[in-house]
């Protein structure tokens, strides 16, 4: 894809790229009832989480119209609700536990967060994430 791009994932295993955020193109399907609630970019691939059943799936591209896809078992307690890009890895985020991937297709084990006063603020039903180009204009 070119810089700057756009990404959407939401319910029934939706996923779908855009170029300017307007114009919504390769739309991906996945199973109903399963539930993408994270997305982040990193490493020049898109990487999106979602809950299934007991599950964890995660999906993966590098050029917003092929998907690879991979799942875990999540115990149906173990649901990443947020992704971030960090230090070359991306870390998966639920109410009490992180964990690590160099891919975005294989996890290592969950971490226990640090115990908290306040819960996680909750799931959300679709995310959305621009990737932009780095200063210098290089990937």
């Known amino acids: 894809m070119s810089w700057p791009a756009f990404a ?3 319910e029934d295993g939706m996923r779908c790229c855009s170029k300017d955020g307007k114009t919504w193109t390769d739309g991906q399907g996945g199973k109903d009832g399963q539930l993408y609630s994270a997305i982040v970019f990193g490493k020049g691939q898109c990487v999106a989480a979602a809950r299934f059943g007991g599950s964890v799936v995660s999906a993966v591209t590098a050029d917003g ?3 690879k896809t991979a799942s875990f078992d999540a115990q149906y307690a173990y649901y990443i609700g947020a992704l971030v890009f960090f230090n070359d890895q991306f870390i998966g985020v639920g109410s009490t536990f992180y964990m690590s991937s160099d891919d975005g297709l294989k996890w290592e084990p969950r971490r226990n967060l ?3 006063k306040d819960g996680w603020p909750g799931s959300r039903h679709a995310s959305i994430c621009r990737r932009q180009r780095p200063a210098g204009g290089r990937r």
């Open 65 to 67: 119209s092929t998907w």
């Open 114 to 116: 640090p115990e908290k």
């Open 8 to 10: 959407a994932a939401g």
